[in-house]
């Protein structure tokens, strides 16, 4: 069903429990370039399927959307008004790095303030003009349901592998009116995001899992707009993600981005797999880049760790309240190692395993008792409950035992720094510590290990102050777990499994105990990866492939489909289009002679039916097609002889290309034929046991045995490991049968090998040549199929147009099924489109037979051609 509406979505969300707020007063439109100004209100068309060409001004926006803006609020104590001013740590602010001073940049999100609705118009206005800045005002009590509620009970827990298994466990059971907030909010955003945007020319640049809803807001307002997204957090397998009961709904709003961006390809490969798994979308690598189709749009997909910013963190290193505090720490840890770990109370941060780790390390490793320490910087929690609760209390009773136990006046093998610590004083303990422990059991970056490797190479200013030759050797030392989104970028780092706290223990041992110039070699080799891959280049590589994944937005046609959170956008080329019925109708009637070829599975049967019997349905409207004396009506399809005359024997006069053309036969009265020896099959005994070995091996894959071929199927094995073994079997029987006549190709959830030459394009080339002979030439030529086998008829019938032993030019359709990138030209929807089309057709050759016959019809082609249509 095409959508053309702006339908509220709202709807979908019920939020009627909620004393919600009527929508805010759009803010003033905004002249983005010379003569545009921004859509806000009136037009509800969205850019529909309009032919426009984008703009060629390079002036082009950023617009940044996130769940806050990069701002600080506070309200002046003397005069009661708000005082707003950058967050110079905020990433948002620090991607700017990456651009040209002029570049535009417009930060949608909301504030860590609570503004009083009376004051909302004027901060608004104030953050507008002051900061390029506009903010998001939710209600109170949704602003709970969406973000401590569904952000912080369902998704957050659920990204990093936790399920709600019991009730009072971290990660509540599943809460339907927690999603209809959430829904409510990315709404909500959305309407601020279509006040300030000019569709054809700014990127809208989406942060984070607090907003995966939002794309399919704004895809349906601008079918064009150029959108990306980043999730900052890792991508749980399939096996977690599939738990979630409104899993498609937040797959789908992704897709409707343009480019999903990842920091890692496992969260990647996990969201891929979950694609392939829920929604049947398959994936490939196009040039270098990932992609996946979706409504005959390319979905890019981009896999880059986020970066630090250098400048930020080097002028803290340059503070002379550093260096006193760096001083401070070397006199205080004389003749000690200093293992340092910095992570927010979070049950994820492994900050109980690490203490365990290093009281194994002083069990394990006696003589290392009294010659290092390690300093826990323990950050706020970001979140409360009794979990974050239950992980303080183990890691303060964890710290006193090892303290108590190994220990000694003077002496503290652990230190625990459990309050808000200035910049200057973590940046001096970055810059001190041997080795850097990051521990944590599931994170979706973690920036700790890449501020480390910065200070330890400290700058001129800190070496001076510290009485350091600038051009001496630095070194550092990272163990870090391999459940954290920067651990496969740092290949000089000892990685370990935190679960595996005697693994732990003995890295960190290595690490104290590695020698000084493996420790400057690895240190050399982070310190050029970190500091050439900061945040600026992080978002700039992002943005240029956005710039790339949108840029054949106004090469398409473009049509919004689905309602609700199901909506999306399909996009095809312009010469692609729908089969009118009407149209071929018209042509069936004006001609004399036509061929008609018909593909079987997935064309006139569903390809998942279990039941692969043609239905009555089917074989009437074949009878009719074939009872025209003016039809030459052929089924071309990959299955072997004997089914297909047992299935279609009903049909007298219908002729079949078996086993892709192998066997053809004019009528059920007509003998089998084929123009190909079957004399040399040696190359089968060859193929079988490899396909028996694969089929062993990959529960739920059979053979087919035909005459001309051997067929590997997979479509009853698992999605991800059939689609990987087809994908070997492909490679392995190519190897093996190089010196072989015979071709193998892979299709839809099949490996063929078959003689070469044989193809349904062959076979459909080879009737309309006999038809030419017999002085039947065809002035019409219709071709309906759905596989990748298909193509090659669509090719084949094409190409008839130019053949000059043609007398005429015959009207050609060539017709796949689905909306999908096709050689044919047109397209019908599914199997029901196909009937309905063919009953017309049958319908218009019962209507123009002689009374007497059109009387001994049938009942089916006696129905009225519009109630088909």
């Known amino acids: 069903m095409v959508s053309r509406s702006c339908a509220n979505f709202l709807d979908l969300s019920s939020w009627d429990s909620l004393d919600s707020p009527q929508t805010q007063r759009p803010l003033p439109r905004v002249m983005t370039v010379p003569g545009i100004v921004s859509e806000l209100e009136g037009d509800c068309t969205g850019d529909g399927s309009s032919d426009v060409n984008s703009s060629t001004s390079s002036h082009k926006r950023k617009i940044i959307v996130s769940n806050t803006l990069p701002l600080q609020a506070k309200r002046d104590t003397e005069t009661g008004q708000w005082r707003f001013t950058w967050d110079e740590d905020s990433l948002l602010l620090q991607l700017r790095d990456g651009f040209t001073p002029d570049t535009e940049f417009v930060y949608i999100g909301s504030l860590n303030a609570d503004i009083a609705t009376s004051e909302q118009e004027a901060v608004s206005q104030k953050l507008l003009y002051d900061f390029n800045c506009v903010p998001t005002f939710l209600p109170k009590e949704m602003q709970e349901k969406y973000y401590h509620g569904f952000c912080k009970r369902h998704l957050w827990p659920l990204l990093h592998y936790m399920l709600p298994m019991f009730p009072d466990h971290r990660g509540d059971r599943f809460d339907r009116s927690l999603w209809r907030a959430y829904v409510s909010a990315n709404k909500i955003f959305s309407d601020r995001v279509m006040e300030v945007i000019n569709p054809e020319e700014d990127y809208v640049w989406i942060q984070d899992y607090h907003l995966m809803v939002l794309p399919t807001f704004l895809r349906k307002r601008f079918n064009r707009i150029k959108l990306g997204f980043f999730l900052h957090s890792p991508f749980p397998s399939s096996e977690i993600y599939r738990t979630l009961p409104v899993r498609d709904d937040l797959l789908r709003g992704l897709l409707n981005c343009d480019l999903i961006g990842f920091h890692t390809f496992d969260y990647a490969r996990h969201f891929l797999s979950c694609c392939s798994r829920m929604l049947g979308l398959d994936y490939e690598s196009k040039r270098g880049h990932i992609g996946l189709d979706y409504f005959g749009r390319t979905v890019f997909i981009k896999i880059l760790p986020v970066g630090i910013h250098m400048g930020r963190l080097e002028s803290v290193l340059n503070l002379p309240s550093t260096a006193a505090k760096m001083k401070e720490i070397q006199e205080r840890f004389k003749g000690k190692k200093l293992i340092l770990g910095v992570d927010d109370m979070d049950i994820f941060k492994g900050i109980s395993l690490k203490l365990i780790a290093m009281e194994h390390l002083f069990e394990t490793y006696w003589h290392m008792r009294g010659k290092f320490v390690l300093i826990q910087i323990v950050n706020p929690a970001r979140a409360s409950g009794k979990d974050v609760e239950e992980a303080k209390k183990e890691t303060y009773v964890t710290a006193k035992r090892i303290n108590e136990r190994y220990g000694s006046p003077g002496y503290q093998p652990v230190i625990l720094i459990d309050r808000l610590v200035p910049r200057y004083e973590k940046t001096a303990y970055y810059a001190m510590a041997d080795c850097c422990l990051v521990n944590a059991v599931r994170d979706g970056m973690n920036l700790v290990p890449y501020k480390y490797v910065i200070c330890r190479q400290g700058t001129p200013g800190m070496d001076k102050a510290m009485g350091v030759s600038h051009g001496s050797p630095r070194t550092s030392m990272l163990v870090v777990s391999e459940f954290i989104g920067c651990s496969p970028s740092l290949s000089g780092a000892i990685r370990v499994n935190p679960w595996d706290v005697g693994a732990v223990a003995e890295a960190v041992n290595l690490a104290l105990k590695m020698s000084e110039a493996e420790k400057r070699l690895r240190h050399e080799k982070h310190y050029h990866y970190v500091s050439t891959h900061d945040v600026g280049y992080w978002a700039k590589s992002f943005v240029q492939d956005l710039e790339r994944a949108s840029q054949d937005h106004y090469n398409k046609r473009c049509w919004g489909i689905?309602?609700?959170?199901?909506?999306?956008?399909?996009?095809?080329?312009?010469?692609?289009?729908?089969?009118?019925?009407?149209?071929?109708?018209?042509?069936?009637?004006?001609?004399?002679?036509?061929?008609?070829?018909?593909?079987?599975?997935?064309?006139?049967?569903?390809?998942?039916?279990?039941?692969?019997?043609?239905?009555?349905?089917?074989?009437?409207?074949?009878?009719?097609?074939?009872?025209?004396?003016?039809?030459?009506?052929?089924?071309?399809?990959?299955?072997?002889?004997?089914?297909?005359?047992?299935?279609?024997?009903?049909?007298?006069?219908?002729?079949?290309?078996?086993?892709?053309?192998?066997?053809?036969?004019?009528?059920?009265?007509?003998?089998?034929?084929?123009?190909?020896?079957?004399?040399?099959?040696?190359?089968?005994?060859?193929?079988?046991?490899?396909?028996?070995?694969?089929?062993?091996?990959?529960d739920g894959s059979t053979i087919e045995f035909k005459e001309s071929a051997l067929v590997w199927h997979h479509q009853d094995a698992d999605p991800d490991f059939g689609s990987c073994q087809a994908k070997e079997l492909l490679d392995h029987l190519e190897s093996v049968l190089a010196n072989e006549p015979v071709v193998v190709k892979r299709g839809q959830h099949i490996v063929e090998v078959k003689p070469q030459g044989v193809s349904k394009g062959l076979a459909v080339k080879k009737v309309i040549h006999r038809m030419v002979e017999n002085g039947n030439s065809p002035d019409m030529v219709m071709c309906i199929g759905d596989d990748r086998s298909d193509e090659d008829m669509f090719e084949s019938i094409l190409n008839t147009v130019t053949n000059p032993d043609l007398p005429m030019r015959p009207e050609i359709f060539a017709c796949t099924v689905g909306r999908k990138p096709s050689k044919a030209k047109y397209f019908l929807d599914d199997v029901s489109d196909v009937l309905k089309l063919l009953a017309g057709l049958a319908a218009a050759s019962s209507s123009s037979k002689p009374e007497h016959q059109q009387e001994s019809s049938s009942s089916h082609t006696h129905m009225a051609f519009e109630s088909i249509i």
């Open 562 to 698: 689905g309602f609700g959170l199901r909506f999306r956008v399909l996009s095809l080329s312009p010469s692609f289009r729908k089969l009118s019925i009407d149209n071929i109708v018209s042509t069936y009637r004006n001609t004399e002679r036509r061929a008609i070829f018909l593909d079987y599975d997935g064309t006139l049967v569903p390809e998942s039916s279990i039941i692969k019997t043609p239905s009555d349905e089917v074989l009437s409207v074949l009878k009719s097609l074939c009872g025209d004396p003016k039809n030459t009506v052929f089924i071309v399809s990959g299955r072997g002889w004997e089914c297909l005359s047992e299935w279609l024997s009903p049909c007298e006069h219908l002729g079949i290309a078996a086993e892709h053309g192998y066997f053809i036969r004019w009528s059920s009265k007509k003998e089998w034929e084929s123009c190909y020896s079957s004399g040399d099959v040696e190359w089968k005994t060859m193929v079988e046991p490899v396909m028996r070995s694969y089929m062993d091996a990959t």
